[in-house]
């Protein structure tokens, strides 16, 4: 008689991966608002059936939740060409709650909310270049009066005036922190400050998670390290266990280790602190150990936040490698820093390094980085998704294999598979050089729309 064995187990390793595209009925699909009931920066649409299933009615506030913990307040309005379990969004709160279409965003009715005293705009650089004077009368009077628009700090919007739009941001709100209706007493402010920086705010996105490739297992554990106890402390708590406090990334450089850190925090919405080891060395007797405090204590001050200390073992060599005093002293201070991490401080500390060995053991024993996870260099298929993940917006020619480049790329690292495919395509410009008047300021459409990057293109960047 055979025994058949009646349990199955599951590979758990994953899961996480899986968590996040489970679905609930108020977990809508993003959906363009093309030939539908128009939507704006402060309306959204979804069918009649959609909205009777999630209990709002037309007009009803309603909270979206979309990547990166992004909130946004819109009014619900009712679209019959909008199919069930989606939602119609603008662009511009598509890119508030940091969603693309397809992805997916939580919806629920808003609890009611109050109206500002005042509100602070500035416009964004770019959208203000060439044009002087006031923005109150010709934009933001006509796009605020009567429409009692909810808005949130953070958020920006475009208002398109006679000519020209421009894009605000909301600087500050009051009250603060929350979601805030501009009604007819509010006070609107927007001629305090120098416009926004379209630079740092693209700085501030950061990656995404489908920005790193070839990592699937260790973005899952990574995850499971660092998002889980950063946005749900209370399952560590009621299990009784700590979560980590410490994680070391080891790799050789240009695996990735500092991307993956950063599509973290950005994904988790947690403030992300560099610690560049190198640069933090250099310095006055005790300038180091005090710089390293003033790190934990605004990553305390912000949290839920990471740290992420780059080139971790140039700060923390092994003793027998550490000759000099202030080694021993930084390396001192951060056992203090991380041990004096409260247990529910919500701070994170990613060490990234390429060697692991070189590190003082001190700062691998438990409760400090007691974590390791190894990022090693891709195999083909990692490879190919790396490749792809640098290719998505450059116009391809239908000869380009890029298996076969993920194939012939055997060693190569994220960061030289990066620099693989702009050498492509500086080499695809290059051709064009005779034709490119380099004294215009501007480029014919024609000649852009003739950029496309061949398979000859990438096959000479994989040589140089
Ligand atoms: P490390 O910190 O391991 O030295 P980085 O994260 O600084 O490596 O990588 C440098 C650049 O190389 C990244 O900004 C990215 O453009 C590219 N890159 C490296 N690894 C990957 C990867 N796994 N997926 C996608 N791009 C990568």
Not at 327 to 351: C, F, Y
Request: glycine share 8%; proline share 6%.
């Amino acid at each position: 008689v055979s025994s058949s064995k009646t349990t199955t187990t599951r590979d758990y390793s994953t899961a996480i991966l899986e968590c996040a595209k489970k679905k609930s009925p108020n977990r809508l699909m993003a959906d363009d608002a093309e030939g539908g009931v128009a939507v704006d920066n402060s309306t959204v649409t979804l069918s009649e059936a959609t909205m009777e299933e999630l209990g709002i009615f037309r007009g009803d506030l309603v909270t979206l939740r979309g990547r990166w913990r992004r909130e946004a307040v819109c009014y619900a309005q009712k679209d019959e060409s909008c199919p069930d379990g989606r939602l119609r969004l603008s662009r511009g709160v598509r890119s508030n709650l940091h969603v693309r279409l397809g992805d997916l965003v939580a919806v629920k009715p808003c609890p009611t909310i109050r109206n500002a005293k005042r509100v602070q705009l500035r416009p964004f650089d770019d959208s203000v270049e060439g044009i002087s004077g006031d923005l109150f009368e010709p934009y933001l009077k006509p796009y605020f009066m009567d429409a009692l628009r909810p808005v949130k700090k953070g958020d920006r919007f475009l208002v398109r005036g006679h000519m020209h739009a421009v894009e605000f941001k909301v600087i500050d709100t009051e009250p603060n922190n929350e979601p805030v209706i501009v009604a007819g007493d509010t006070e609107i402010f927007c001629d305090e400050g120098d416009p926004v920086k379209r630079e740092d705010e693209e700085r501030l996105d950061g990656p995404g998670y489908d920005d790193v490739g070839g990592v699937r297992k260790q973005l899952a554990q990574i995850r499971e390290l660092v998002e889980l106890p950063l946005r749900h402390p209370k399952l560590f708590q009621t299990l009784g266990v700590r979560p980590p406090k410490g994680i070391l990334l080891y790799g050789p450089p240009g695996t990735g280790k500092t991307l993956l850190a950063r599509a973290i925090a950005a994904e988790s919405g947690a403030h992300f602190v560099v610690v560049n080891g190198p640069e933090i060395m250099s310095g006055m007797p005790g300038e180091s150990e005090a710089n390293l405090r003033a790190v934990f204590a605004e990553a305390d001050a912000a949290a839920p936040s990471i740290v992420f200390m780059d080139e971790i073992d140039s700060i923390a060599p092994s003793r027998e490698k550490a000759h000099g005093e202030v080694e021993r002293r930084v390396v001192s201070q951060l056992l203090t820093l991380m041990d004096g991490l409260r247990p529910r401080a919500q701070v994170i500390v990613i060490g990234a390094t390429n060697c692991p060995n070189s590190l003082d053991p001190a700062l691998r024993r438990f409760g400090r980085f007691d974590r390791e996870l190894d990022i090693g260099v891709p195999d083909e298929l990692g490879r190919l998704e790396i490749l792809r993940i640098h290719t998505k917006n450059m116009p391809l020619s239908d000869d380009v294999d890029l298996e076969r480049v993920g194939k012939d790329t055997h060693g190569f690292v994220g960061s030289d598979l990066a620099s693989l495919c702009s050498e492509a395509a500086m080499q695809c410009i290059r051709e064009k050089l005779d034709i490119i008047d380099i004294e215009n300021d501007t480029i014919d459409v024609e000649i852009l729309n003739s950029l496309t990057v061949t398979m000859d293109h990438l096959k000479f960047a994989m040589e140089v």
